[in-house]
């Protein structure tokens, strides 16, 4: 991913900042310019808390190629004790854990890289707790 | 707004045709939809055409087809809307002629699959999703479908045999169908017993990657039939909506709302109702998106679609028979062709010429393309005259 992109993502990836509209206090992760729920513009910047429930989850035995090493693994669609969902990676997890309705974390990790010259990238996963 | 009819269709086979080039399917698929309209010449050209510069490092497509099709200087331009590209740019053409800007217009789709590893087009067809909100962290196009059926199986108890009975019809279908990819009849044993790719779809529960190519040629009605050879099809509905673009921020991950408001507004215009449908063709990228469409589009209720496809009612001869091409799933998805396709296929049975897959006596048939997880969706309901 080119350097500047990558940058553009840290308050995201590494802080889990949302934008939350001060019209009509929707959570937005990741930030928006327009709110999808009042049309506002303007936002209070607030990090978001790091845990969520699993909505709905698949194991994925064909990847893409960057995430050939890790396959095959869990995928979810999580949804924060904030209000926002988010699709992310489930690591260190039993058969039981990717049910609907199990509570995970967001934890940082290694996501995938660009091959040997090219960046790592890093964000979050979620883990079972 | 005038009325706008169908007066020529073409189309290539789909597969992997490595003697064939982007432009050389194009002009194909063009050429046959020209002579078999009988027209000498068009006012403006529509390509739709999803990722010819992930493909192909092509871009300008509008200008190079009409180039190539020996038309230059028309007006030409590309429409993109991930996989709907073809619909969408039926749509195009449709509101060209319609608004009166212009009376013959070539709409064709293509897409060239093939000449990029499968890890390439992989990545090309991702960037339907949210690149850095989806594809980041891994999920494939796959997996995103993988977690509609999860959602669908959970809530309605749609079972992985349901999902499988979809690519059994389909590919029956296909093996009718000369243009098809893939016309093998297969089982339902066949697609449970074939390699996991995302819980719960199988590699038989996908469509395929597929080079290929579909053009039409629309006119005004009212001179339809001083031009056309063929019965022609009128369109009287047209309709696309969108959603959010991340599976994550719809309310329901069962529901297509995209497909049902595309379906609504072509439903209104042509004042038709689900059951007037005779045939349809649905964009069925994966075994579930068939399901979940032929919920969206009115047929059936929500959460029976996994029981009408096992129980034959969308079989040819069935309650609503869908997909008679074979659909993505058999006669393959050439992405930006598809939209197009499947307005080919409709035509073709409205015109009685379908051959072996013909539904008997079909006036009205719809058309319902798609792109990534349903964030656009474009639905047309055409008429014979």
């Known amino acids: 991913m080119p350097t500047a992109r990558a940058w553009r993502e840290y308050p995201q990836r590494y802080r889990y900042e949302a934008a939350v509209c001060k019209k009509c206090g929707k959570w937005h992760f990741p930030p928006r310019l327009v709110c999808d729920a009042c049309k506002g513009e303007e936002f209070e910047t607030r990090v978001m808390r790091r845990t969520g429930t699993v909505v709905v989850s698949t194991v994925v035995r064909v990847p893409p190629a960057q995430f050939k090493d890790q396959a095959p693994y869990a995928m979810a669609i999580v949804r924060m004790d904030d209000g926002p969902s988010i699709t992310t990676q489930i690591v260190d997890w039993q058969e039981a854990q990717l049910k609907t309705g199990a509570k995970v974390k967001l934890e940082f990790r290694r996501i995938s890289d660009d091959g040997e010259a090219g960046t790592i990238n890093y964000g979050y996963k979620a883990v079972p707790v | ?385």
């Not at chain 2, 993988?146 to 093996?175: F, I, P």
């Not at chain 2, 215009?269 to 689900?274: F, G």
């Not at chain 2, 496809?309 to 028979?321: L, M, Q, R, Y």
């Open chain 2, 1 to 385: 707004m005038r009325d706008v009819a169908i007066i020529g269709v073409g189309l290539t086979k789909c597969g992997e045709l490595w003697e064939q080039s982007l432009r050389d399917l194009y002009v194909e698929a063009a050429l046959k939809a020209i002579k078999n309209a009988g027209i000498d010449h068009i006012d403006s050209m529509y390509v739709g055409c999803m990722s010819s510069g992930l493909f192909v490092g092509q871009e300008h497509l509008g200008a190079l087809m009409a180039d190539y099709l020996g038309q230059a200087p028309v007006a030409a331009t590309r429409v993109e809307s991930a996989c709907a590209s073809g619909g969408a740019a039926l749509r195009m053409g449709y509101l060209d002629v319609a608004s009166g800007a212009s009376d013959i217009v070539l709409v064709g789709g293509v897409e060239k699959m093939t000449d990029v590893s499968g890890d390439a087009a992989t990545y090309a067809l991702a960037t339907a999703s949210d690149q850095e909100w989806e594809a980041f962290g891994g999920i494939t196009f796959p997996g995103l479908y993988a977690l509609m059926a999860m959602a669908h199986m959970e809530r309605y108890k749609t079972t992985s045999r349901q999902l499988a009975a979809v690519a059994v019809k389909n590919h029956a279908n296909g093996a009718k169908n000369p243009a098809a990819q893939f016309p093998a009849i297969i089982t339902v044993d066949d697609v449970l017993n074939s390699v996991m790719v995302a819980d719960p779809l199988h590699i038989l529960d996908c469509s395929p990657i597929s080079d290929g190519a579909a053009a039409v040629i629309l006119c005004p009605a009212d001179q339809a039939k001083t031009l056309c050879q063929h019965l022609p099809v009128k369109i009287v509905g047209s309709g696309m909506a969108t959603d959010t673009i991340a599976l994550h921020s719809r309310k329901d991950l069962t529901s297509l709302d995209a497909v049902t408001k595309a379906a609504a507004a072509a439903y209104r215009q042509a004042s038709k109702v689900p059951s007037d449908i005779q045939v349809c063709e649905v964009h069925d990228c994966f075994t579930i998106a068939e399901i979940m469409v032929s919920e969206a589009l009115g047929f059936f209720e929500k959460g029976k679609g996994g029981n009408a496809v096992e129980t034959g009612a969308t079989a040819i001869g069935g309650k609503i028979p869908i997909n008679t091409s074979g659909g993505l799933k058999a006669k393959g998805h050439p992405v930006g062709a598809t939209g197009v396709a499947q307005a080919v296929e409709i035509v073709e049975q409205l015109r009685g010429g379908a051959g072996a897959r013909q539904v008997a006596k079909a006036r009205i048939g719809m058309t319902q393309n798609m792109g990534g997880t349903g964030a656009s969706a474009v639905v047309h309901i055409l008429e014979a005259m």
